[in-house]
């Protein structure tokens, strides 16, 4: 890799790691950065994947004020993260390359799609929040069913993954955007942590015929940026202009849809 190529990785990963502690959609700017380069898509998204877990970790670190009080809840919900975590991150290595390479330009779509509504639904979830009573989390059943489900999402693929995570522990959960935001940086940390756990030792083993590879040095390149975004994210990042933040990844996820068009 070239000098340039080194300082424009890291300079995603800190663009992601920033966005994903405020907003949950990093992926949306690492990983369309990695296929400019000429990175094939399933190694590119498995690499992306490892390389964002130490900023999730420090995002959800710089929310702790915000975890405080919410141990059990966390622990229930994590079981179901875990479980879908490995349950994507083994459907991408099991289905044909070629279908993970159709299906980017969706997934990014898609990404896009949640991050442009997530002004409306953080306020339809807030709105909704006035009205329940506390404690909601034993009675909305379905909740730890749909934090399964994005689970998969994220091992699968992971871009708008917080979006997503958000707009059910908001809908589902009796509590405040800000402590839900910290619950949603432990079970996005956990989810790229399981997946990259099942890249390593499936992939890198060459089990399910899998030939993709994890790229180490784009691991590293991008959470040492994740890293960096991560502590600025929980630190300011609440500060900054979230219309900014979301132009960014719309334009970078329309150039990457554009071009895997092209």
Known sequence: MTLLEVAAVLLAGVGAGTINAV??????????????????????????SLGLVPGSIAGAVGYRRELVGQRDRILRLLAFSTAGGVLGAVLLLVLPPGAFKAAVPVLILLGIVLVVVQPRLSKAVAARAEHREAGAVERSWWVPLAVFGTGVYGGYFGAAQGVLLMGVLGIGISESLQRLNGV???????????????????????????????????????????????????????????????????????????????
């Open 184 to 262: 949603k940086n432990v079970l996005v940390a956990v989810v790229n942590g399981v997946a990259g756990l099942v890249f390593v030792g499936v992939a890198e083993l060459g089990l399910f015929g899998s030939e993709a590879k994890v790229d180490w040095l784009l691991v590293l390149l991008v959470g040492v940026g994740a890293v960096c975004g991560g502590v600025l994210g929980s630190a300011i990042g609440r500060r900054l202009p979230p219309i900014v933040l979301r132009a960014v990844i719309v334009v970078v996820g329309l150039v990457a849809v554009a071009n895997l068009l092209w």
């Open 23 to 48: 907003v949950g959609s990093g992926t949306l700017i690492t990983f369309p950065t990695l296929l400019a380069l000429g990175v094939p898509p399933v190694t590119a998204n498995m690499s992306n």
